[in-house]
Protein backbone atom coordinates (compact mmCIF):
# COMPACT_ATOMS: atom_id res chain seq x y z
CA UNK A 1 0.00 0.00 0.00
CA UNK A 2 1.36 3.42 -1.35
CA UNK A 3 2.02 5.96 1.83
CA UNK A 4 1.27 9.24 0.94
CA UNK A 5 2.47 11.96 2.23
CA UNK A 6 1.18 16.08 1.76
CA UNK A 7 3.82 17.97 1.18
CA UNK A 8 3.04 22.25 1.75
CA UNK A 9 5.88 25.28 0.64
CA UNK A 10 6.05 28.69 1.45
CA UNK A 11 6.28 29.09 -2.75
CA UNK A 12 6.93 32.30 -2.72
CA UNK A 13 9.99 32.20 -1.39
CA UNK A 14 13.00 30.28 -3.46
CA UNK A 15 14.22 28.24 -0.49
CA UNK A 16 11.02 26.83 0.49
CA UNK A 17 10.68 25.90 -3.15
CA UNK A 18 14.39 24.17 -3.17
CA UNK A 19 13.49 22.39 -0.13
CA UNK A 20 10.18 21.26 -1.15
CA UNK A 21 11.94 19.44 -4.74
CA UNK A 22 14.29 18.03 -2.30
CA UNK A 23 11.79 16.44 -0.11
CA UNK A 24 9.73 15.33 -2.72
CA UNK A 25 12.48 13.44 -4.31
CA UNK A 26 13.78 11.64 -1.31
CA UNK A 27 10.40 10.67 -0.51
CA UNK A 28 9.84 9.37 -3.78
CA UNK A 29 12.87 7.60 -3.56
CA UNK A 30 11.67 6.61 0.25
CA UNK A 31 8.52 4.96 -1.86
CA UNK A 32 6.32 7.44 -0.20
CA UNK A 33 4.23 9.52 -2.54
CA UNK A 34 4.54 13.18 -1.94
CA UNK A 35 0.74 14.85 -2.52
CA UNK A 36 0.97 18.80 -3.04
CA UNK A 37 -1.44 21.94 -3.97
CA UNK A 38 -2.25 21.96 -7.39
CA UNK A 39 -1.49 25.53 -7.13
CA UNK A 40 1.89 24.71 -5.61
CA UNK A 41 2.94 22.50 -8.49
CA UNK A 42 2.14 24.45 -10.54
CA UNK A 43 4.68 27.52 -8.98
CA UNK A 44 7.25 24.73 -8.75
CA UNK A 45 7.15 24.04 -12.18
CA UNK A 46 7.76 27.76 -12.84
CA UNK A 47 10.19 28.52 -10.85
CA UNK A 48 12.31 25.10 -11.59
CA UNK A 49 11.40 24.30 -15.16
CA UNK A 50 11.19 20.20 -15.46
CA UNK A 51 12.77 19.25 -12.62
CA UNK A 52 9.41 17.58 -10.83
CA UNK A 53 8.04 16.39 -14.01
CA UNK A 54 9.50 12.85 -13.46
CA UNK A 55 8.20 12.38 -10.02
CA UNK A 56 4.92 10.72 -9.65
CA UNK A 57 2.95 13.66 -8.21
CA UNK A 58 -0.23 13.39 -6.67
CA UNK A 59 -2.84 16.64 -6.26
CA UNK A 60 -4.42 17.02 -2.67
CA UNK A 61 -8.32 16.43 -2.81
CA UNK A 62 -8.32 15.42 -5.92
CA UNK A 63 -5.66 12.04 -6.74
CA UNK A 64 -6.00 11.81 -2.95
CA UNK A 65 -8.14 12.91 0.31
CA UNK A 66 -6.35 15.14 2.51
CA UNK A 67 -7.38 12.16 5.10
CA UNK A 68 -5.78 9.49 3.27
CA UNK A 69 -2.43 11.61 3.67
CA UNK A 70 -0.06 10.33 6.84
CA UNK A 71 1.22 13.05 7.70
CA UNK A 72 1.29 17.17 6.70
CA UNK A 73 5.07 18.34 6.13
CA UNK A 74 5.09 22.03 5.87
CA UNK A 75 8.30 24.39 4.45
CA UNK A 76 8.34 27.25 6.30
CA UNK A 77 7.38 29.95 9.05
CA UNK A 78 4.69 30.00 11.73
CA UNK A 79 2.68 31.54 8.75
CA UNK A 80 2.70 28.52 6.81
CA UNK A 81 1.99 26.76 9.25
CA UNK A 82 -1.14 28.35 10.15
CA UNK A 83 -1.88 28.18 6.76
CA UNK A 84 -1.63 24.52 6.49
CA UNK A 85 -3.98 23.97 9.98
CA UNK A 86 -6.34 25.97 8.26
CA UNK A 87 -5.99 24.16 5.11
CA UNK A 88 -6.66 20.29 6.57
CA UNK A 89 -9.27 21.12 9.50
CA UNK A 90 -11.49 18.00 9.84
CA UNK A 91 -9.24 15.82 8.31
CA UNK A 92 -7.18 15.03 11.03
CA UNK A 93 -3.64 15.28 9.64
CA UNK A 94 -0.80 15.85 11.89
CA UNK A 95 1.57 18.36 10.61
CA UNK A 96 5.29 18.55 10.75
CA UNK A 97 6.55 21.94 10.33
CA UNK A 98 10.32 22.93 9.01
CA UNK A 99 11.23 26.26 10.66
CA UNK A 100 12.27 28.17 6.90
CA UNK A 101 11.48 31.70 9.16
CA UNK A 102 12.35 33.37 11.91
CA UNK A 103 11.18 32.06 14.74
CA UNK A 104 9.41 29.07 14.09
CA UNK A 105 7.66 28.03 17.47
CA UNK A 106 5.09 25.56 16.01
CA UNK A 107 7.84 23.94 14.06
CA UNK A 108 9.24 20.89 14.77
CA UNK A 109 12.75 21.36 13.01
CA UNK A 110 15.03 23.81 11.41
CA UNK A 111 15.94 24.12 7.89
CA UNK A 112 19.25 22.41 8.78
CA UNK A 113 17.45 19.07 9.62
CA UNK A 114 15.52 18.76 6.78
CA UNK A 115 16.94 15.49 5.89
CA UNK A 116 16.57 14.09 9.18
CA UNK A 117 12.91 15.30 9.37
CA UNK A 118 12.49 13.50 5.82
CA UNK A 119 14.03 10.17 7.69
CA UNK A 120 11.68 10.53 10.39
CA UNK A 121 8.70 10.70 8.23
CA UNK A 122 9.90 7.77 6.58
CA UNK A 123 10.54 6.04 9.50
CA UNK A 124 7.20 6.95 10.70
CA UNK A 125 9.25 8.14 14.21
CA UNK A 126 7.20 10.59 15.14
CA UNK A 127 4.44 11.12 18.31
CA UNK A 128 1.44 13.16 17.58
CA UNK A 129 0.68 16.70 19.96
CA UNK A 130 -2.99 17.88 20.45
CA UNK A 131 -3.20 21.52 20.24
CA UNK A 132 -6.11 22.90 21.94
CA UNK A 133 -7.75 25.40 19.43
CA UNK A 134 -10.70 28.02 19.42
CA UNK A 135 -14.45 27.74 18.33
CA UNK A 136 -14.82 31.33 17.56
CA UNK A 137 -19.06 32.45 17.04
CA UNK A 138 -20.60 36.15 16.30
CA UNK A 139 -23.64 37.53 17.09
CA UNK A 140 -25.47 40.93 16.17
CA UNK A 141 -28.83 42.23 17.13
CA UNK A 142 -29.74 38.84 18.50
CA UNK A 143 -28.65 36.93 14.94
CA UNK A 144 -25.70 34.58 14.56
CA UNK A 145 -23.70 35.84 11.70
CA UNK A 146 -20.72 34.20 11.60
CA UNK A 147 -18.22 31.43 12.86
CA UNK A 148 -14.65 30.80 12.56
CA UNK A 149 -11.71 29.37 14.50
CA UNK A 150 -7.94 29.93 15.56
CA UNK A 151 -4.96 27.95 16.48
CA UNK A 152 -3.41 30.78 18.15
CA UNK A 153 -5.89 33.47 18.91
CA UNK A 154 -8.99 35.63 18.16
CA UNK A 155 -8.19 39.08 18.06
CA UNK A 156 -11.60 42.20 18.18
CA UNK A 157 -9.51 45.47 16.92
CA UNK A 158 -10.52 48.82 16.13
CA UNK A 159 -11.23 49.59 12.17
CA UNK A 160 -9.92 53.17 12.90
CA UNK A 161 -6.48 53.83 13.56
CA UNK A 162 -7.14 57.50 14.78
CA UNK A 163 -9.80 56.47 17.31
CA UNK A 164 -10.00 53.67 19.97
CA UNK A 165 -12.91 51.10 20.40
CA UNK A 166 -15.33 50.47 23.43
CA UNK A 167 -15.81 47.14 24.55
CA UNK A 168 -17.32 45.16 27.63
CA UNK A 169 -15.04 41.89 28.69
CA UNK A 170 -17.47 39.08 29.71
CA UNK A 171 -16.47 35.59 31.02
CA UNK A 172 -18.91 33.10 31.69
CA UNK A 173 -22.10 35.37 31.39
CA UNK A 174 -20.99 37.43 33.65
CA UNK A 175 -19.37 41.35 32.72
CA UNK A 176 -16.04 42.01 33.91
CA UNK A 177 -14.78 45.47 32.49
CA UNK A 178 -15.44 47.80 29.30
CA UNK A 179 -13.00 50.14 28.47
CA UNK A 180 -11.87 51.90 25.62
CA UNK A 181 -8.82 50.26 24.12
CA UNK A 182 -6.83 49.12 20.68
CA UNK A 183 -8.62 45.88 21.37
CA UNK A 184 -8.95 42.59 22.54
CA UNK A 185 -6.97 39.26 22.50
CA UNK A 186 -8.62 35.71 23.27
CA UNK A 187 -5.63 33.17 22.93
CA UNK A 188 -4.98 29.69 23.26
CA UNK A 189 -1.95 27.92 25.36
CA UNK A 190 -0.36 27.82 21.69
CA UNK A 191 -1.22 31.63 20.62
CA UNK A 192 0.59 32.99 24.34
CA UNK A 193 3.65 33.07 22.57
CA UNK A 194 2.10 35.18 19.53
CA UNK A 195 0.07 38.01 19.35
CA UNK A 196 -1.06 37.86 22.85
CA UNK A 197 2.66 38.21 24.46
CA UNK A 198 3.28 40.72 22.01
CA UNK A 199 0.35 42.60 24.09
CA UNK A 200 1.54 41.63 27.48
CA UNK A 201 0.12 38.43 28.33
CA UNK A 202 1.43 35.28 29.89
CA UNK A 203 3.41 32.77 28.00
CA UNK A 204 1.48 29.62 29.35
CA UNK A 205 2.85 25.88 28.50
CA UNK A 206 1.66 24.29 25.96
CA UNK A 207 0.12 21.23 27.99
CA UNK A 208 -1.55 23.61 30.17
CA UNK A 209 -5.67 23.68 29.48
CA UNK A 210 -6.26 27.41 30.05
CA UNK A 211 -7.90 30.30 27.60
CA UNK A 212 -6.19 33.80 28.31
CA UNK A 213 -7.67 37.36 27.61
CA UNK A 214 -5.29 40.01 27.02
CA UNK A 215 -6.74 43.85 26.54
CA UNK A 216 -4.85 45.68 24.08
CA UNK A 217 -3.72 49.42 25.23
CA UNK A 218 -7.16 49.72 27.57
CA UNK A 219 -7.66 53.00 29.45
CA UNK A 220 -8.75 51.35 32.08
CA UNK A 221 -7.61 50.88 36.32
CA UNK A 222 -8.59 47.44 35.68
CA UNK A 223 -6.92 46.03 32.24
CA UNK A 224 -4.71 42.94 33.27
CA UNK A 225 -4.94 39.76 31.24
CA UNK A 226 -6.59 37.04 32.46
CA UNK A 227 -6.48 33.59 32.85
CA UNK A 228 -9.65 31.08 32.42
CA UNK A 229 -10.73 27.88 33.03
CA UNK A 230 -10.66 26.05 29.37
CA UNK A 231 -14.64 25.47 29.64
CA UNK A 232 -15.20 28.67 30.14
CA UNK A 233 -16.96 31.39 27.51
CA UNK A 234 -15.27 34.32 26.37
CA UNK A 235 -16.88 37.06 25.41
CA UNK A 236 -16.50 40.71 23.86
CA UNK A 237 -19.37 43.05 22.82
CA UNK A 238 -18.46 45.71 21.02
CA UNK A 239 -20.35 48.86 22.63
CA UNK A 240 -22.78 51.68 20.60
CA UNK A 241 -21.19 54.53 22.16
CA UNK A 242 -19.62 56.41 19.29
CA UNK A 243 -20.81 54.09 16.29
CA UNK A 244 -16.97 52.58 16.45
CA UNK A 245 -16.31 49.63 14.00
CA UNK A 246 -14.80 46.79 14.98
CA UNK A 247 -12.73 43.94 12.97
CA UNK A 248 -12.38 40.16 14.46
CA UNK A 249 -8.87 38.64 13.18
CA UNK A 250 -8.69 34.74 13.42
CA UNK A 251 -4.72 33.51 13.47
CA UNK A 252 -4.45 37.25 11.48
CA UNK A 253 -5.93 35.45 8.54
CA UNK A 254 -9.71 35.34 8.67
CA UNK A 255 -11.47 38.26 9.31
CA UNK A 256 -14.99 39.63 10.45
CA UNK A 257 -16.42 43.34 10.04
CA UNK A 258 -18.21 43.85 13.74
CA UNK A 259 -20.40 47.12 13.72
CA UNK A 260 -21.41 48.36 17.12
CA UNK A 261 -23.64 46.24 19.14
CA UNK A 262 -21.67 42.75 17.66
CA UNK A 263 -21.08 40.01 20.10
CA UNK A 264 -17.71 37.26 19.48
CA UNK A 265 -17.85 34.23 21.75
CA UNK A 266 -14.84 31.91 22.28
CA UNK A 267 -14.88 28.80 23.29
CA UNK A 268 -12.28 25.47 23.19
CA UNK A 269 -12.95 23.85 20.42
CA UNK A 270 -13.98 20.41 20.24
CA UNK A 271 -11.27 19.27 17.14
CA UNK A 272 -7.77 19.76 17.93
CA UNK A 273 -4.62 20.58 15.85
CA UNK A 274 -2.33 17.96 15.52
CA UNK A 275 0.96 18.47 15.71
CA UNK A 276 3.65 15.64 14.60
CA UNK A 277 6.56 15.65 17.48
CA UNK A 278 10.22 14.25 17.35
CA UNK A 279 11.84 16.22 20.10
CA UNK A 280 11.17 16.01 23.67
CA UNK A 281 12.43 19.63 23.90
CA UNK A 282 11.06 20.87 27.14
CA UNK A 283 9.12 24.14 26.71
CA UNK A 284 11.20 25.83 28.73
CA UNK A 285 14.35 25.51 26.28
CA UNK A 286 12.47 26.19 23.34
CA UNK A 287 10.98 29.31 24.72
CA UNK A 288 14.57 30.49 25.72
CA UNK A 289 16.04 28.86 22.25
CA UNK A 290 13.39 30.94 20.50
CA UNK A 291 13.43 34.57 22.10
CA UNK A 292 17.50 34.13 22.85
CA UNK A 293 16.87 34.67 26.44
CA UNK A 294 20.08 35.35 28.49
CA UNK A 295 20.38 32.48 31.11
CA UNK A 296 24.09 32.79 31.67
CA UNK A 297 24.78 32.38 35.49
CA UNK A 298 22.44 29.81 36.13
CA UNK A 299 24.11 26.83 37.99
CA UNK A 300 21.20 24.51 38.05
CA UNK A 301 19.48 22.87 40.51
CA UNK A 302 21.38 21.65 43.97
CA UNK A 303 22.47 17.99 43.76
CA UNK A 304 20.19 16.08 46.37
CA UNK A 305 23.20 14.85 48.45
CA UNK A 306 24.47 18.41 48.96
CA UNK A 307 21.01 20.08 50.27
CA UNK A 308 21.04 21.03 54.01
CA UNK A 309 17.62 20.20 55.72
CA UNK A 310 14.90 22.52 56.36
CA UNK A 311 14.40 23.87 59.88
CA UNK A 312 10.83 21.70 60.52
CA UNK A 313 13.16 18.86 58.75
CA UNK A 314 15.94 19.40 61.63
CA UNK A 315 13.69 19.80 64.17
CA UNK A 316 11.85 17.00 63.60
CA UNK A 317 15.16 14.72 63.68
CA UNK A 318 16.38 16.51 66.66
CA UNK A 319 12.93 15.24 68.64
CA UNK A 320 13.87 11.82 67.27
CA UNK A 321 16.72 11.84 68.88
CA UNK A 322 15.27 12.80 72.50
Known sequence: ?????LLLAHTGRRDAVEAAVTVAERLHSEG????????DIASLNHVIGDRLRGLPMAVADR?????????????GGDGSILRAADLVRGAGLPLMGVNLGHVG???????TELDASVQWV????????????????????????????????????????ERMIDLIIEIDGRPVSAFGCDGVVMATPTGSTAYAFSAGGPVVWPEVQALVMVPISAHALFSRPLVTDPDSIMAVEVLQREDEQGVLWCDGRRFMELPPGSRVEVTRSAEPVLLARVHQTPFSERLVDKFNLPTTGWRGPVDPANQVP?????????????
Open 105 to 111: FLAESER
Open 310 to 322: SPDAFHHEEATKR
Open 32 to 39: LRPVMLER
Open 63 to 75: DVPLADCEVGMVL
Open 122 to 161: VDQNYTVERRMALDVQVWHAGRHVGSSWALNEASIEKQSR
Open 1 to 5: MTREI
